[in-house]
């Protein structure tokens, strides 16, 4: 006797999963944030260099500069950008969605050292000197400046007091970004002005006790004054960042790649739907709605983890649903064995069930092991490949192996497949007579 109350609990879970995936789905993967290789953006790989004679790169100072950077990429309105430590003296760089490159590189790499020096190179004061995060533009006879804030009003009173006794033109005080060891002001104040490596030198008449002062510089243009106030409010930089190797990947590029890869994701997931269908009848209807569960558990978890997506990413997704395929087929070959030798549905059902879970757990549990090796060495986008893989393994397992298992015994324990084992793709012809 055929019992109803199973094959309607098949379809009210079929419903209600089918409710909860198409109300959803655009919202979440509206939410998934997008690798530069998918939205476009910058990426950049430094080689960390002492800033001082005799400095060790610690882990630590590493640590310190990531948070530097981390200040400066603030400013410049990347949402989700990645900074990796790789090795013991490289520091990778990744903003996606970033329009104006040059300036990113710039604000990156510029060390942002600012010090007050006497025209014969003495340093007088630093950015230790001021206060953090003060710096602001303001206008000066409808110029644009950059002021800074002091820590000790008196300090800079002692050192405009000395300045000013000097004669000309030794009594100016000369302002410095990033002053390198055998620079020379009275080297570069005869060069052109927009070649000159220092920002300003005005000159010191009188004893200054204020506690702001004014870079004037060479009359800065508006958006040079909002880069220096910028650098100077996300601090210096406690290394030196050389650069070894950069890539930027164009938004419309971006918008193209991500177009194309998820139109063949398309196609080869509904190429494997009509495969199931065709060949497995009901257990491949069945495995189409697990592995359409499957995907969309993969973008919600995904999007749980703040994960950024990726084409290697998006690779590694198409291939968890070859392997969550994989799993509905291991599992309805055997069945299908099974019933060839004359078992009834229900037999057929226990035992390819068993037969096939040892098979399809070693073989998710080796590549689990390959995952994890690749995100404990792997960098960059290859920890991206790792991290998708990994979740979609554990997904694929919970959906293909238990998901399908629970959907067709509700079916095979109602009765109604008994004597059906053409729903099964399983021929008449085929059963061995007992």
Same mark, same amino acid.
């Given at each position: 006797m055929v019992k109803k109350g199973r094959i309607v609990a098949f379809f009210l879970i079929v419903l209600l999963l089918g409710g909860l995936i198409g109300t959803t789905v655009m919202g979440v993967t509206k939410d998934i944030k997008l690798g530069l290789d998918l939205q476009g953006g910058f990426e950049v790989l430094y080689e960390v260099e002492p800033a001082q004679e005799g400095q060790e790169l610690s882990q630590d100072l590493l640590n310190s500069t990531v948070s530097a950077l981390y200040k400066r990429i603030n400013v410049l309105g990347v949402s989700e950008p990645r900074i990796t430590i790789e090795g013991d003296d490289r520091i990778r760089v990744q903003l996606a969605g970033v329009k104006d490159q040059n300036q990113a590189r710039e604000l990156l790499s510029t060390q942002a050292e600012l010090t007050f020096r006497t025209t014969d190179d003495k340093e007088q004061m630093s950015g230790a000197d001021l206060k953090e995060g003060a710096a602001k533009v303001v206008f000066d006879n409808n110029q644009p400046v950059v002021q800074v804030t002091l820590k000790k009003p008196e300090q800079f009173a002692n050192i405009t007091r000395e300045i000013s006794q000097l004669p000309p033109p030794d009594n100016r005080l000369v302002i410095w970004l990033d002053y390198e060891e055998g620079d020379s002001y009275k080297e570069e104040v005869t060069k052109p002005a927009d070649e000159q490596k220092f920002i300003s030198d005005p000159a010191v008449n009188q004893v200054l006790s204020q506690n702001t002062v004014i870079i004037s510089g060479p009359p800065f243009q508006l958006e040079e004054a909002e880069n220096l106030k910028d650098l100077l409010n996300a601090g210096s930089l406690p290394v030196k960042l050389d650069e070894i190797y950069s890539t930027s990947v164009g938004a419309q590029f971006g918008e193209q790649s991500l177009d194309k890869t998820v139109m063949a994701g398309f196609i080869g997931i509904g190429l494997i739907f009509l495969f199931m269908l065709f060949y497995y009848r009901l257990p491949g209807a069945i495995a189409v709605v697990t592995l359409s569960v499957y995907i969309y558990l993969?973008?919600?978890?995904?999007?749980?983890?703040? $994960?950024? *997506?990726?084409?290697?990413?998006?690779?590694?997704? @198409?291939?968890?649903?070859?392997?969550?395929?994989?799993?509905? %087929?291991?599992?309805?070959?055997?069945? !299908?064995?099974?019933? #060839?030798? =004359?078992?009834? /549905?229900m037999s057929a059902f226990k035992a390819g069930g068993r037969r096939s879970f040892t098979t %399809?757990?070693? $073989?998710?549990?080796?590549?689990? %092991?390959?995952? =994890?090796?690749?995100? $404990?060495?792997?960098?960059?986008? /290859?920890?991206?490949?790792?991290?998708?893989?990994?979740?979609? @393994?554990? /997904?694929?397992?919970?959906?293909?192996? &238990?998901?399908? #298992? @629970?959907?067709?015994? *509700? &079916?095979?324990?109602? #009765? $109604? *497949?008994? !004597? !059906?084992? =053409? *729903?099964?793709?399983v021929k008449e012809s085929e059963i061995d007579e007992l």
């Open positions: 993969i973008l919600v978890v995904f999007n749980w983890m703040h $994960a950024v *997506l990726t084409l290697p990413g998006i690779a590694a997704l @198409i291939l968890g649903v070859g392997m969550a395929v994989d799993a509905n %087929i291991i599992t309805y070959e055997r069945i !299908k064995e099974e019933l #060839r030798s =004359g078992k009834s /549905v %399809i757990f070693d $073989a998710n549990i080796t590549t689990l %092991i390959a995952a =994890g090796v690749l995100f $404990a060495y792997g960098t960059s986008s /290859v920890k991206g490949f790792a991290v998708m893989l990994i979740t979609s @393994i554990v /997904v694929s397992f919970l959906t293909a192996v &238990w998901g399908s #298992r @629970i959907l067709l015994g *509700l &079916w095979v324990k109602s #009765r $109604a *497949l008994n !004597k !059906k084992p =053409g *729903l099964f793709g």
